[in-house]
């Protein structure tokens, strides 16, 4: 359980962060932006850094994504190593 409680988006159309972070997601939520919705600034920047990291780095995705793993299984980031590795399998 977070210790942070998440917070219920608004429908599709009535924000536009929620918006911008479902579209970088594809459509949908994670956990982690409904915890980080409690403060729209910083939930913004971080949908802005995360935009940028995955998609304007000159960055090999698969070189990417087995940092993020890496990085989160030296960590016990379990959350993070399950929401990294099927991207990773995903990229190669």
């Given at each position: 359980?977070?210790?942070?409680?998440?917070?219920?988006?608004p429908p599709p159309g009535e924000s536009a962060l929620?918006?911008?972070?479902?579209?970088?997601?594809?459509g949908r939520l994670l956990n982690l932006d409904l915890m980080l919705l409690h403060?729209?600034?910083f939930a913004s920047g971080?949908?802005?850094?995360?935009?940028?990291?995955?998609?304007?780095?000159?960055?090999?995705?698969?070189?990417?994504?087995?940092?993020i793993c890496h990085i989160a299984l030296l960590n016990a980031a379990e959350y993070e190593y399950a929401q990294h590795a099927p991207e990773f399998l995903a990229v190669g």
């Open positions: 359980m977070p210790h942070i409680p998440y917070m219920v988006p929620v918006d911008a972070i479902r579209a970088r997601r594809g403060s729209p600034p971080w949908n802005t850094f995360l935009r940028e990291v995955r998609q304007h780095l000159a960055l090999d995705p698969v070189l990417r994504e087995l940092a």
